[in-house]
């Protein structure tokens, strides 16, 4: 039986014995396996073989092979007894490469951590800075290793872990499904009271059509009586003429005659003051609002979502040092513009459009950031104040003097009045998120969040939460709130429950927010605009000796803030100033 790294001589059987005085010659395990017989020229000590001399050269050069340890012809074992042979071992080899799926993975490379199939090693890891192993040269490490251990505990943890969300989301569905259910109590509710309320309106109509019916019947017995009353009487009086002028009465008739003409006289006022009984014709008019509600509205309600999860506390945020450089500024004043401008609020629709309401002169202003002009202008009835986006088409301006809410279209560079929405206030400060407006009410010290029909979902009101509340701004987590006179910035969650507060100001206006959570404040009275960390525990002054900062809009893409002035003066007031921050 031949043995790897010898050749049985032709001239004997597979079944022959050798002497053992007979010294076989060493020939090249890997040319003899697929090619001709050819003496071997030295030994690979890692894969016990031993090699011709061009398969000796190649060996060194091969990045498999090149860290072998190489014996030359004069140190290598002379004979195939000094080998230690090993049984073949089963080819474990199965796995297809995902890249070369008709080859098998057979080498691991140290430094991309991948499994490799020959092809792999060839076209893509053979640099000088891949180490590539034959796997079973390394394989041998692993049985009982710490990196064994490592990788079943992290495959038990991620276990564990699918078990623990598994249940998380098994008690949070639970709980969902039980909020539904009180959602289809609360729908069935709503429908009851609309039909109780309906069913009200329509007794007061029907007991309106029947007191008019009513009256009318006591009109017309009171006619139909008088009437009667008339007639009997003519007719008795007739009667009695009539026989005194057939009996020659002269006397008699004389004076029934004079009494009947005072007696027609006194019949013609009653019949004429019995016009007064006007009877009239009705039919139903619909009450427009019900009507046109029903036709309009596509749903009975919304399903509100609430967290199922505690809210975690914010962690600590330090304010990074900001490098702020002046970018110039942008003037808002037109030829339309009878006074000095008074620009109290600013939304941006996209880095280069950003919308503006200018009280002083009564219009909401378009303005172009990279011409610096403005390039269009909507005039109002009355001061708009501050402005919020409800979709990238449609704005919410407050007007406070009207207690209105005016809705405003953007299309094809153009600003459009649609609808108006009635609140019930002084409403200053503006702010849109998921559906809902929140609404700051200056004089009388609230903050209502409403949906966009204008009902009141909540109201925050408090002596020691707001007195003068102004600007507002929020995000999906939090409503953030400036407030003048007691020179606090208030934020709160979405239930109107107050969640942090910062007090480090003199008489703070208006607000914007940063990506990272930091809030932006001018502080009015100290001509500053300060920066407040996302947890409302420290503040930073990022720009200071400003000319009474009054609104401001924070760009997230281009890190550039633009503010207002109101200082009663043409060369602040009508111009928007604007900072790089970095």
């Not at 208006?510 to 420290?538: M, N, P, Q, W």
């Amino acid at each position: 039986m031949a043995v790897p790294g010898k050749k049985i001589p032709k001239t004997f059987s597979s079944s022959s014995t050798m002497g053992s005085d007979e010294d076989l010659k060493v020939y090249c395990q890997p040319c003899d396996r697929d090619g001709p017989q050819l003496p071997a020229h030295g030994y690979c000590v890692d894969c016990r073989e031993h090699l011709c001399e061009t398969c000796f050269v190649v060996h060194k050069r091969h990045t498999l092979s090149r860290h072998h340890t190489l014996l030359d012809k004069n140190s290598m074992p002379q004979s195939i007894s000094s080998v230690s042979v090993h049984p073949t071992q089963p080819d474990n080899f199965t796995k297809s490469c995902p890249k070369h799926t008709k080859e098998i993975i057979k080498f691991y490379c140290q430094n991309h951590k991948a499994l490799l199939c020959s092809v792999c090693v060839t076209l893509e890891h053979t640099g000088t800075s891949c180490k590539v192993n034959y796997i079973p040269d390394i394989s041998g490490q692993v049985i009982n290793s710490k990196e064994h251990q490592d990788i079943l505990k992290a495959m038990d943890n991620v276990t564990e872990q699918c078990r623990k969300k598994s249940e998380d989301v098994k008690k949070i569905t639970a709980k969902s499904n039980s909020s539904l259910a009180d959602v289809l109590a609360d729908i069935k509710k709503f429908r009851t009271e609309i039909n109780q309320r309906l069913d009200e309106l329509e007794r007061q109509a029907e007991d309106a059509a029947k007191t008019i019916q009513k009256e009318n019947n006591k009109n017309l017995k009171t006619v139909q009586t008088a009437c009667d009353d008339v007639t009997k009487s003519l007719k008795t009086t007739s009667d009695s003429i009539k026989h005194l002028n057939t009996s020659k009465q002269a006397d008699k008739l004389f004076m029934e005659l004079k009494l009947a003409e005072q007696m027609i006289k006194d019949y013609e006022k009653r019949v004429h003051d019995l016009e007064a009984y006007d009877v009239k014709e009705y039919n139903f008019k619909e009450n427009k609002a019900i009507s046109t509600l029903l036709e309009k509205e596509s749903s009975l309600g919304t399903l509100a979502e609430k967290s199922l999860k505690q809210p975690s506390p914010p962690p600590h945020v330090d304010i990074k040092s900001r490098q702020t450089s002046h970018q110039g500024k942008i003037c808002v004043k037109t030829s339309k513009d009878k006074n000095i401008c008074w620009i109290k609020g600013m939304i941006l629709l996209t880095p280069d459009l950003l919308i503006i309401t200018d009280c002083g002169n009564k219009a909401v202003k378009m303005v172009d950031t990279s011409s610096q002009s403005v390039t269009y202008q909507l005039q109002l009835d009355t001061g708009p104040c501050d402005v919020t986006s409800v979709t990238s088409t449609k704005l919410a301006v407050t007007l406070p003097v009207n207690h209105n809410i005016q809705f405003i279209s953007v299309s094809s560079n153009k600003l459009k009045k649609k609808q108006t929405l009635k609140v019930d206030g002084y409403c200053f400060g503006i702010s849109y998120c998921q559906g809902k407006l929140v609404v700051s009410f200056r004089y009388s010290g609230k903050l209502q969040i409403l949906d966009t029909n204008g009902t009141i979902l909540t109201t925050v009101k408090g002596e020691n939460i707001f007195s003068r509340p102004e600007y507002v701004t929020t995000n999906t987590n939090s409503i953030y709130v400036s407030d003048r006179e007691l020179a606090t910035t208030t934020k709160l969650n979405w239930q109107g429950e107050v969640i942090g507060s910062y007090g480090g100001m003199t008489e703070p206006k208006g607000i914007t927010l940063s990506d990272d959570g930091s809030v932006f404040v001018c502080d009015y009275s100290r001509k500053v605009i300060e920066e407040i960390a996302g947890d409302f525990s420290t503040g930073k002054v990022v720009l200071k000796d400003l000319n009474d900062p009054n609104a401001a809009c924070l760009c997230a893409d281009t890190c550039k803030l633009y503010f207002s002035c109101f200082t009663g003066q043409d060369k602040h007031d009508n111009f928007l100033q604007v900072f790089k921050l970095s």
